[in-house]
């Protein structure tokens, strides 16, 4: 059973990261291999809107988006961390998920994975992040862990005086681990 994280931020080490880590740590404490990327230390192009993907399921853009794909479809969970600018995610996790596309084709590879979704906001807007990624997760067909995890900070690090934020990402994780397991069961 492997869980993947996907960190959105820029911020390497920051307040979305630190709650991804939680996650991870708890699915990897119920017997999940895990394992994170980092959107901002790899190359991903915008979907060019080419529609290959639509004819045989690949995508033709030549980027690091290619082993993102990999990593995907090996695991049985994944968590979208993102922190919020102007009430969304960020552009890296919109690049990321409109890149995903070429995964509905020729079936939904991404079905029944257990999806997560985690976002930190300064003030506002943190609903519409969660949301963004929960709808992500329903258009691949996957089967979401709770509603999401909302965590307050601004500041380097000042996620973990969010002690609701961290209990809840810990939770998640546990949670994911839950759902793949039922899942499995029953295969």
Not at 4 to 20: M, P, Y
Not at 21 to 42: D, I, P, V, Y
Not at 52 to 57: A, P, R, T
Not at 165 to 177: K, L
Request: aromatic share 6%; hydrophobic share 35%; glycine share 12%.
């Amino acid at each position: 059973m492997k869980v993947l994280g996907i960190i959105g931020s820029a911020r390497k080490g920051g307040n979305t990261e630190i709650l991804v880590s939680e996650c991870l740590k708890s699915a990897e404490s119920r017997g999940a291999k895990t394992s994170f990327l980092r959107l901002s230390e790899l190359k991903i192009s915008p979907c060019n809107g080419c529609g290959l993907c639509e004819k045989d399921g690949e995508c033709g853009i030549e980027d690091d988006m290619q082993k993102v794909y990999q990593e995907l479809l090996g695991a049985d969970g994944i968590i979208v961390g993102s922190p919020v600018y102007f009430w969304t995610v960020s552009s890296y996790v919109k690049i990321f998920m409109d890149r995903t596309y070429a995964l509905r084709y020729p079936t939904r590879r991404l079905k029944d994975k257990v999806g997560g979704a985690i976002v930190v906001a300064s003030r506002r807007g943190g609903a519409c992040a969660l949301s963004t990624i929960n709808n992500f997760f329903l258009n691949h067909e996957m089967i979401i862990g709770g509603l999401g995890v909302l965590g307050y900070a601004r500041g380097k690090g000042e996620i973990m005086k969010d002690e609701r934020a961290i209990r809840e990402s810990r939770e998640m994780g546990e949670r994911i681990v839950e759902l793949i397991l039922s899942i499995k069961s029953k295969k």
